[in-house]
């Protein structure tokens, strides 16, 4: 894996995440393209990453092994029809991230017989601690799976699912899923002010509390919710706080929040998709 070629068009928030990722497992910078049509983002992924860049995405394509699409859904189908020329290249694979963006679709505007693989990655590849769903079409390699799998591996985990409508979960669990993390953490910061925190104090407390219940729930064999039951003391505080928050519907809320994700996964492949 570490002498392929990595291809990037589209070098925003998620590229940035995965390629900080791959060069911190050791990935080396110079096997990296990345193609942007902001000019500006180019050139500072280029200074701080010491990547290459491309002037164009055909380019980008004509240098590499594998091409990761990482521009937004709605740009997928104007950037694979500029480029079909240019991706009909033997032994080329594309890996899309686009969220809703599906395989069907994808092939009818890259070409029936393309390597494709669909993968919902999240922003923690950026410290390695990434999490990713992948699924592949008929027309991928043994080592197209395997280089696809090693690339997402360098930077966290990545399953393979067997139904492509599992990624529309995946991206409501672990796609969308930091930005929960962090709606929670940013929450308790302002509840943690109104109680007298300092915004440093908070802040520290938070983040080290966040890390330290994922690590536990990572490292142990028990359940969420017999970690949760272990830290609430009978007639205690969390157990009032636990109370408030079901009160408020909490778990019920959190059902409805990932259906809605889910939902616009899937009419994300309705509105975007080929006809
Ligand atoms: N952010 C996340 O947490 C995750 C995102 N994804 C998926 O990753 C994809 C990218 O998301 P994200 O990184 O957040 O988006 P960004 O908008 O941050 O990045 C996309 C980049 O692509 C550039 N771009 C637009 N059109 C072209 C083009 N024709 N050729 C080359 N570059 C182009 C954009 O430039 P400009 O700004 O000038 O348009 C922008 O710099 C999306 O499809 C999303 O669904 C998947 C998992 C998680
Ligand atoms: O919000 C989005 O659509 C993208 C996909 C998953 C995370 N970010």
Same mark, same amino acid.
């Given at each position: 894996?570490?002498?392929?070629?990595? =291809?990037?068009?589209?070098?925003?928030?998620?590229?940035?995440?995965?390629?900080?990722?791959?060069?911190?497992?050791?990935?080396?910078?110079?096997?990296?393209?990345?193609?942007?049509?902001?000019?500006?983002?180019?050139?500072?992924?280029?200074?701080?990453?010491?990547?290459?860049?491309?002037?164009?995405?055909?380019?980008?394509?004509?240098?590499?092994?594998?091409?990761?699409?990482?521009?937004?859904?709605?740009?997928?189908?104007?950037?694979?029809?500029?480029?079909?020329?240019?991706?009909?290249?033997?032994?080329?694979?594309?890996?899309?991230?686009?969220?809703?963006?599906?395989?069907?679709?994808?092939?009818?505007?890259?070409?029936?017989?393309?390597?494709?693989?669909?993968?919902?990655?999240?922003?923690?590849?950026?410290?390695?601690?990434?999490?990713? =769903?992948?699924?592949?079409?008929?027309?991928?390699?043994?080592?197209?799976?395997?280089?696809?799998?090693?690339?997402?591996?360098?930077?966290?985990?990545?399953?393979?699912?067997?139904?492509?409508?599992?990624?529309?979960?995946?991206?409501?669990?672990?796609?969308?899923?930091?930005?929960?993390?962090?709606?929670?953490?940013? !929450?308790?910061?302002?509840? !943690?002010?109104?109680?007298?925190?300092?915004?440093?104090?908070?802040?520290?407390?938070?983040?080290?509390?966040?890390?330290?219940?994922?690590?536990?729930?990572?490292?142990?064999?028990?359940?969420?919710?017999?970690?949760?039951?272990?830290?609430?003391?009978?007639?205690?505080?969390?157990?009032?706080?636990?109370?408030?928050?079901?009160?408020?519907?909490?778990?019920?809320?959190?059902?409805?929040?990932?259906?809605?994700?889910?939902?616009?996964?899937?009419?994300?492949?309705?509105?975007?998709?080929?006809?």
């Amino acid at each position: 894996m570490k002498t392929k070629k990595i =291809g990037f068009i589209g070098g925003g928030n998620m590229a940035h995440s995965l390629i900080s990722g791959l060069i911190a497992s050791g990935h080396p910078a110079q096997q990296i393209w990345v193609a942007d049509s902001d000019q500006e983002k180019l050139s500072s992924l280029a200074s701080s990453m010491h990547v290459n860049t491309s002037a164009t995405n055909d380019d980008l394509i004509a240098q590499v092994e594998v091409v990761v699409l990482a521009v937004k859904p709605q740009s997928i189908a104007a950037v694979i029809r500029a480029s079909k020329a240019s991706f009909n290249k033997a032994n080329i694979l594309l890996v899309s991230i686009a969220a809703g963006i599906n395989q069907q679709s994808l092939s009818k505007w890259l070409g029936a017989d393309k390597a494709i693989v669909r993968c919902m990655p999240n922003t923690p590849a950026l410290v390695q601690t990434g999490a990713s =769903g992948l699924h592949a079409n008929q027309n991928v390699t043994e080592e197209q799976h395997d280089l696809a799998e090693n690339i997402m591996r360098s930077v966290g985990i990545a399953v393979w699912v067997e139904n492509e409508f599992e990624l529309d979960a995946v991206t409501a669990v672990s796609g969308s899923g930091p930005a929960y993390f962090f709606l929670l953490m940013e !929450a308790m910061e302002k509840a !943690a002010l109104e109680l007298g925190l300092s915004q440093h104090t908070a802040q520290l407390l938070i983040e080290q509390t966040a890390l330290g219940a994922a690590r536990i729930a990572l490292e142990s064999s028990e359940s969420p919710g017999e970690l949760r039951k272990r830290v609430t003391s009978p007639g205690g505080t969390t157990e009032e706080a636990i109370k408030t928050f079901e009160q408020g519907g909490f778990t019920a809320l959190v059902k409805k929040a990932l259906q809605a994700a889910n939902d616009r996964s899937i009419s994300l492949s309705k509105e975007l998709g080929a006809e």
